[in-house]
């Protein structure tokens, strides 16, 4: 077992979540024993109640009485009304049945037998882009040289979208995640950029098909009728942001948890070992919570009631560091998901989330932590940090909390 730093954690409760929109890493300054349904201020300002024992957290990711339309009038705001979790085209922000026809078209490409076909293409795209990581200076920037460029172009060949924009690509999710590291002006600019790009892409894909999953949107668009021109654009938004932003900011965080903890020098002379660790991490360090969501009725949850109307944020990354289900929830522990290890608990994290909005993309995200892992402990096995831990930036201002540049050597 070894431990990993975690970076500085707000106060108790109730706890001000601006401006970073992160609940604290730290679940025991994250959550008062007699707090476990706690006040929250958005950057917004807005007032919410936060849930982070694992238990309520399930209960408000399964139970459709928690709904995900805060379209209404009133609602409370992450930061504006422009803001791309109150887009009522956006999938994440959707209750059945809409979001259950639009979940049926995009999960065909995630099943198990696609991903399985999709395995030598990603690692191709892994040993390509490691080969050009490696091949520069030392030290380099893992950030911009590595994890947010694989699932940009991961996701840009499923989608069928051309990558060499991936730095366009980076600009415009960074904006949609985005609490106040822009502006609202800049966020709402970026946002039409994108959808503008998407327009002419889902444009020119109807003049010259092909068979990616775009294609297969365009098809249930124009043939069937199953998708109206806003929700195609906005769906093919989603997936590009979902399979980037998230998936970058967990690659980077994963490295550097197994860089500061010894983990990545154990995985490097034992890749049998990646993907429990790979468990461990996705528990651990994904960077993004469940997304406001507004009781329809009164409820009780195993700490509490929530009445109808009472809008609750449910933080996986706190649930995930709960140590009634895990043990030292803190540690990074590179043997917790071993085999023959007594893991049932911690198979049970909720780094996908639960329910109806569990992550159509988890096993491409499972498989490109992974791949990346196997690859860079394989071609890089002396990879270390340049700088010490504590001088590494965190991201400011943002949903997604991760890092903004991780100088590494090798």
Partial sequence: MTDAPVPPTPGRCPIDLAPDYAPPLSYAEGR???????????????????????????????????????????????????????????????????????????SGAFTPRRLQAWQPRVESITEELVEEFGSGPAPADLVSGFSFVLPVRVICAL????????????????????????TARDRAVAREEFAGYHRSLIQYRREHPGDSLIDALISAADDRGSLTEPELVRLTMSLIVAGH???????????????????????????????????????????????????????????????????????????????????????FDIDRYAAGEDTEAARGHLAFGQGAHYCVGAGLARQEVQVALETLTRRLPGLRLAVPAPEVPWTEGMIVQGITELPVTW
């Fill in 159 to 182: 989608l069928g979208v051309p990558a060499d924009d991936h730095e366009q690509f980076r600009r415009w999710t960074t904006a949609f995640l985005s609490t106040t590291a822009f």
């Fill in 32 to 106: 008062p024993d007699d707090r476990p349904l706690c006040p929250v201020r958005l950057p917004s300002g807005d007032q919410v109640t936060m849930a982070t024992r694992y238990e309520d957290v399930l209960v408000v990711l399964q139970n459709p009485v928690f709904s995900r339309e805060l379209g209404y009038p009133g609602a409370p705001r992450v930061v504006d009304a422009a803001d791309v979790h109150h887009d009522p085209d956006a999938l994440i922000n959707m209750d059945p049945p809409r979001h259950t026809r639009l979940r049926k078209l995009v």
């Fill in 245 to 331: 932003g998230t998936t970058a900011n967990l690659l980077t965080r994963a490295v550097f948890t197994l860089l500061v903890s010894g983990g990545y020098a154990r995985l490097a002379a034992d890749p049998a070992r990646i993907p429990a660790a790979a468990e461990e991490l996705l528990r651990r360090e994904m960077p993004v919570d469940g997304g406001l969501r507004v009781a329809l009725e009164d409820v009780e949850l195993p700490s509490g009631p929530v009445r109808k109307g009472e809008v609750v944020l449910p933080a996986i990354t706190i649930a995930n560091r709960d140590p009634a289900v895990y043990p030292a929830p803190e540690r």
